[in-house]
T-cell receptor
Framework: QQQVKQSPQSLIVQKGGISIINCAYE??????FPWYQQFPGKGPALLIA?????SEKKEGRFTISFNKSAKQFSLHIMDSQPGDSATYFC????????????FGSGTRLLVRP | NAGVMQNPRHLVRRRGQEARLRCSPM?????VYWYRQLPEEGLKFMVY????????ESGMPKERFSAEFPKEGPSILRIQQVVRGDSAAYFC??????????FGSGTRLTVV
């Protein structure tokens, strides 16, 4: 119930293409869904986040799409660049334990020049 | 603003030794969290501390692991009698409140 399932495990995209990473959850009490970007040797950094009262949030080339009824959310990276090559993690938490993030297993993205 | 500082960056310990991981939160942050990342896996919550208090240690293994955040000084994650399965990256994060936290660059522990 506290899991967040992430796919795919790895993704290769050509420069300029769209990268799409998907996550699914079971716990309907989750109310905050962030995405983190992690470069090798670094800690995860918050990229973008959404709450379930909206279906989409866009920040620059990064968009979260949220489907509450399906309990799924996804990250879209438009015009993918080689500098976007990193591992991406979706996560979730809930108000009663707002400090405790439940992470997906990660997607390793490689953007080819 | 120096960010969340973790040291050492890399730590090698023999089986049975103790590992001490340090985390200095960002200035003004009084909430500290520790997460563990096993190879090819996502981060798993271990413990949440405020100054001199453990708020939630539900993710900590019952034995050999302990954490503290004293009134003065960094937060310490201590692993006694390390085993090979403890090899992982340990990340600390801090926040001014119970959300919106910033991660450090982690300590990579290798048990040989």
């Amino acid at each position: 119930q506290q899991q967040v399932k992430q796919s795919p495990q790895s993704l290769i995209v050509q420069k300029g293409g769209i990268s799409i990473i998907n996550c699914a959850y079971e716990n309907t009490a989750f109310d905050y869904f962030p995405w983190y970007q992690q470069f090798p040797g670094k800690g995860p950094a918050l990229l973008i986040a959404i709450r379930p009262d909206v279906s989409e949030k866009k920040e620059g080339r990064f968009t979260i799409s949220f489907n509450k009824s399906a309990k799924q959310f996804s990250l879209h990276i438009m015009d993918s660049q080689p500098g976007d090559s990193a591992t991406y993690f979706c996560a979730a938490n809930w108000m009663d334990s707002s400090y405790k993030l439940i992470f997906g297993s990660g997607t390793r993205l490689l953007v080819r020049p | 603003n120096a960010g969340v500082m973790q040291n050492p960056r890399h730590l090698v310990r023999r089986r049975g030794q103790e590992a001490r991981l340090r985390c200095s939160p960002m200035k003004g942050h009084s909430h500290v969290y520790w997460y563990r990342q096993l190879p090819e896996e996502g981060l798993k919550f271990m413990v949440y501390l405020q100054k001199e208090n453990i708020i939630d240690e539900s993710g900590m293994p019952k034995e050999r692991f302990s954490a503290e955040f004293p009134k003065e000084g960094p937060s310490i994650l201590r692993i006694q009698q390390v085993v090979r399965g403890d090899s992982a990256a340990y990340f600390c994060a801090s926040s001014p409140e119970q959300y919106g936290y910033t991660f450090g660059s982690g300590t990579r522990l290798t048990v040989v």
